[in-house]
């Protein structure tokens, strides 16, 4: 099993639709869990720290399954400023400096 | 508010020619800095990071190196470049775990970015 792994993708939805994004992780002992955005040929973002079993700000909401080793991300009224790469992001077991990065979903919202 | 920059942002090199990427942090100290790279179709792979001046860990074995000379600068070099050193280069911070106000200490911000296309 892939330390991170994502829906590949890809995923082409009207305005206004909501989407979801899911990704699983390997590695029990993480703690820490991210999403982020990335724009074609640009740096990631940030986007949602993940905590507890879940949170949301906005139109996003970010989900936690510890038991099940799963994250999502659910994007509501999705507007064509969300077109992007969105990166599930797991921190290595026992370490608070290394990042696995997964591969990225991209979405492309069309009007 | 804190600030990353790098540079150059684009850089076409020949093989077996030398690297030097650099990176800076303005608005924090003791920032723990990082670089990634992103090679086409794949996700980011940890580079080297580091904790504090001159310390340095390394993630991946390559002929790559990094060097913190001062506290807020991250350099990235070769002494001789693959084809295979192409790619979009990452640099990042996150918050030192003993320094107090600011994002949480594990959230990382990313640089604008070097790309480079080894010939």
């Known amino acids: 099993r892939k330390e991170v792994e994502q829906d590949p993708g890809p995923f082409n939805v009207p305005e206004g639709a909501t989407v979801a994004f899911n990704c699983t992780y390997s590695n029990s002992a993480s703690q820490s869990f991210f999403w982020y955005r990335q724009d074609c040929r640009k740096e990631p973002k940030l986007l949602m720290s993940?905590?507890?079993s879940g949170n949301e700000d906005g139109r996003f909401t970010a989900q936690l399954n510890r038991a099940s080793q799963y994250i999502s991300l659910l994007i509501r009224d999705s507007k064509l400023s969300d077109s992007a790469t969105y990166l599930c992001?797991?921190?290595?077991?026992?370490?608070?400096?290394?990042?696995?990065f997964g591969k990225g979903t991209l979405l492309t919202v069309n009007p | 508010s804190q600030t990353i920059h790098q540079w150059p942002a684009t850089l076409v090199q020949p093989v077996g020619s030398p690297l030097s990427l650099e990176c800076t942090v303005e608005?924090?100290?003791?920032?723990?800095l990082y670089w990634y790279r992103q090679a086409a179709g794949r996700g980011l792979q940890l580079l080297f990071y580091s904790v504090g001046i001159g310390q340095i860990s390394s993630e991946v074995p390559q002929n790559l190196s990094a060097s913190r000379p001062q506290d807020r600068q991250f350099i990235l070099s070769s002494k001789k470049l693959l084809l295979s050193d192409s790619g979009f280069y990452l640099c990042?911070?996150?918050?030192?775990?003993?320094?107090?106000?600011?994002?949480?200490?594990?959230?990382?911000?990313f640089g604008p970015g070097t790309r480079l296309t080894v010939l």
């Open positions: 992001v797991v921190n290595r077991g026992g370490s608070n400096y290394k990042l696995t």
């Open positions: 608005g924090t100290s003791n920032p723990n």
């Open positions: 993940v905590y507890s």
């Open positions: 990042a911070w996150s918050r030192d775990v003993g320094t107090s106000g600011g994002p949480p200490y594990n959230e990382q911000f």
